[in-house]
C-alpha cells in the first residue's frame, strides 16, 4: 500500500463526517455565511445542522456570532485559520488517496 | 468525474446572481451614463450652464455609484437574505472582481493615452468597444457560474454595438446603445428579481 492511500487513516475525523463535510466545504468557499444559507446549500434539518456546527466549533474550525439584522436573530459562521488549514488537508489528502487507489485499479486490471 | 468542490464552488458563486438585483444596479448606471451623454449632445457648450449642469451630473453619477453598495446591500436583506440566507463571498471573488475593475480602467486610459484623441471616432467606437467588454464578462459568468442571461445580454449589446457603428450614427448611435443595453439589463433585473420572490419563499425563522 503506498504512502498516500495510508494517509487515509490519519485523516481528519472532525471534518470526515459527511454532513461537517458539507458545512466546512460550504464556508470554505465563502468568507461567512448565515444559518440559513447553510441550510439551503446543506439540506440539513436545523437539528442536524446546529449540532454539527458546534462540534466544529468546539474543535476550533468554526466560529459562530449571534447578531441581530434588526429585530431578527440571525447566526453568522465562518471558517477560522485553523478550519480552513484543515479543509485544505484534508482535501488534498482525500484526492491524493484517491488518484493513488484509482491507478492502482487501473494498473491491477491491465 | 465531476469535481465535487468545483460543483460546490459554482453553486455558491451562482446563488450571488440568483436574485436579479445586480442586474437592475447595472441597468441604472447604464441609463444614469445615457443622461450625461444626451447633456453631451445637447447641451451648448458655449452656454453659462453647460459645466455646471455637467460637474453636478457627474457628482450625481459618483454620489450614486458610490453608494450603490450600500442600497444593494439593504435591498439584499430585505429581499434576498429572508430567502435563501446570507453570504458574504470570499477574497478570491473579491480580487478577481477588484482586478477586472482595474485592468478595465487601465484598458481606457492606455487607449485614451496612446490612441488618437478624436471625440468623434471615440463616441463611435464606445458601442463596440464596451459591447466586447460585455460579451466577454457575459461569456466568463455564463461558463463559469452557469448564469445564461448575462451573456445574452452581452451579445446583445455586441450586435447593437456593431450595428450602430456601421450606421455611423454617433452620439445618437451611443444614446440608443446605452438606453437599449440599460434597458436589457432592467428587465433581465426586473424577470429575474420576480421569479426569485416567486419560486423562492421567506424562510420561516425570517418572518
Known amino acids: 500500500m503506498s504512502g498516500r492511500l495510508r494517509q487515509i487513516a490519519h485523516l481528519d475525523r472532525v471534518i470526515h463526517e459527511p454532513a461537517r463535510l458539507m458545512i466546512a466545504a460550504t464556508l470554505y468557499l465563502v468568507k461567512e455565511a448565515d444559518f440559513l444559507y447553510l441550510q439551503n446549500q446543506t439540506d440539513l434539518t436545523k437539528g442536524n445542522l446546529s449540532s454539527h456546527l458546534a462540534k466544529l466549533e468546539e474543535a476550533g474550525y468554526v466560529e459562530i456570532e449571534k447578531t441581530y439584522r434588526g429585530k431578527i436573530p440571525m447566526t453568522v459562521c465562518s471558517l477560522t485559520k485553523k ?19 484509482v491507478n492502482g485499479a487501473f494498473e491491477a486490471s491491465r | 468525474m465531476p469535481d465535487p468542490m468545483a460543483e460546490a464552488r459554482i453553486r455558491a458563486q451562482s446563488s450571488w ?6 442586474d437592475i444596479l447595472i441597468g441604472i448606471i447604464v441609463l444614469l451614463q445615457n443622461g450625461f451623454t444626451l447633456i453631451m449632445h445637447f447641451g451648448n457648450r458655449q ?10 451630473y457627474l457628482l450625481l453619477f459618483f ?7 450600500r442600497v444593494m446591500a439593504a435591498m439584499r436583506e430585505r429581499i434576498t437574505y429572508p430567502r435563501v ?7 478570491a471573488q473579491r480580487r478577481l472582481s477588484r482586478a477586472v475593475a482595474i485592468l478595465t480602467i487601465f484598458g481606457f486610459i492606455l ?11 471615440w463616441i463611435q467606437g464606445l458601442p463596440v468597444v464596451v459591447g466586447l467588454l460585455f460579451c466577454v464578462v457575459g461569456m466568463y459568468v455564463a461558463v463559469r457560474y452557469g448564469v445564461l442571461r448575462y451573456l445574452l445580454i ?11 457603428d456601421i450606421e455611423h450614427s454617433r452620439w445618437l448611435g451611443l444614446e440608443i446603445w446605452l438606453v437599449f443595453v440599460g434597458c436589457a439589463f432592467l428587465c433581465a433585473g426586473g424577470v429575474t428579481v420576480w421569479n426569485f420572490v416567486r419560486t423562492a419563499p421567506v424562510s420561516m425563522d425570517a418572518k
Open chain 2, 111 to 121: 487607449a485614451i493615452c496612446y490612441g488618437r484623441w478624436d471625440t468623434d471616432h
Open chain 2, 17 to 22: 446572481y440568483r436574485d436579479g438585483l445586480s
Open chain 2, 85 to 91: 440566507g446570507y453570504s458574504q463571498p470570499g477574497d
Open chain 1, 83 to 101: 478550519g480552513r488549514a484543515s479543509f485544505r488537508a484534508y482535501e488534498s489528502a482525500m484526492r491524493g488517496a484517491l488518484f493513488e487507489s
Open chain 2, 47 to 56: 452656454s453659462s450652464w453647460y459645466w455646471p449642469v455637467i460637474l453636478a
Open chain 2, 154 to 164: 452581452g451579445l446583445f449589446s455586441i450586435i447593437l454595438g456593431l450595428a450602430v
Open chain 2, 63 to 69: 454620489v450614486f455609484s458610490a453608494s450603490a453598495p
